[in-house]
């Protein structure tokens, strides 16, 4: 017999990790090529458009770090586990702010590093400034993230 709940929860884990990863994986690819057009005219900018470039990428782990917690709190990691479908559903839910924030931040994350590559590439003098640009971004990605273990914690805590 299919446990639904469960199969819904795994599903919010599955879709954390696989969105946030593919949303990174955009954000990250695009920088590249911008810092990579960089260095190309400038082999030392590498360390400053390396940083700028890695930036994106942190929503992937955001994502991964959901899955994990979700995982741990249905049991899945530690054994067998059996719940409701109400609150396989919720677990789906308490996972919903990373499936849906994580890429969208990471793609603009990425252009906003574009964008500071390209800033630093023409005057490397405004590195530090350049930083704050993406890492404006980033702040949305933080809140989902806080989120999405507040409610997952939330749902292990009930008793349905």
Same mark, same amino acid.
């Given at each position: 017999?299919?446990?639904?709940?469960?199969?819904?929860?795994? $599903?919010?884990?599955? @879709?954390?990790?696989?969105?946030?990863?593919? +949303? %990174? *994986?955009?954000?990250?690819?695009?920088? #590249?090529?911008?810092?990579?057009?960089?260095?190309?005219?400038?082999?030392?900018?590498?360390?400053?458009?390396?940083?700028?470039?890695?930036?994106?990428?942190?929503?992937?782990?955001?994502?991964?770090?959901? $899955?994990?917690?979700? @995982?741990?709190?249905?049991?899945?990691?530690? +054994? %067998? *586990?059996?719940?409701?479908?109400?609150? #396989?559903?919720?677990?789906?839910?308490?996972?919903?702010?990373?499936?849906?924030?994580?890429?969208?931040?990471?793609?603009?994350?990425?252009?906003?590093?574009?964008?500071?590559?390209?800033?630093?590439?023409?005057?490397?003098?405004?590195?530090?400034?350049?930083?704050?640009?993406?890492?404006?971004?980033?702040?949305?990605?933080?809140?989902?993230?806080?989120?999405?273990?507040?409610?997952?914690?939330?749902?292990?805590?009930?008793?349905?």
């Amino acid at each position: 017999m299919i446990n639904f709940g469960l199969v819904f929860a795994l $599903a919010g884990a599955a @879709l954390a990790a696989a969105t946030s990863g593919v +949303g %990174s *994986a955009k954000g990250v690819g695009m920088a #590249g090529q911008a810092a990579a057009g960089v260095c190309t005219d400038n082999p030392d900018m590498f360390s400053k458009v390396l940083i700028l470039q890695l930036l994106p990428g942190t929503q992937g782990i955001y994502g991964l770090l959901i $899955a994990f917690i979700c @995982l741990s709190q249905i049991g899945i990691m530690g +054994g %067998s *586990a059996d719940m409701s479908l109400v609150k #396989g559903l919720l677990y789906l839910a308490a996972c919903l702010p990373v499936i849906i924030v994580e890429p969208v931040s990471a793609v603009n994350q990425g252009k906003a590093s574009v964008a500071s590559i390209a800033m630093v590439g023409k005057k490397p003098e405004t590195f530090g400034k350049s930083m704050i640009f993406p890492a404006m971004v980033e702040t949305y990605a933080i809140l989902a993230l806080l989120i999405s273990i507040l409610a997952i914690f939330g749902v292990a805590a009930l008793s349905i």
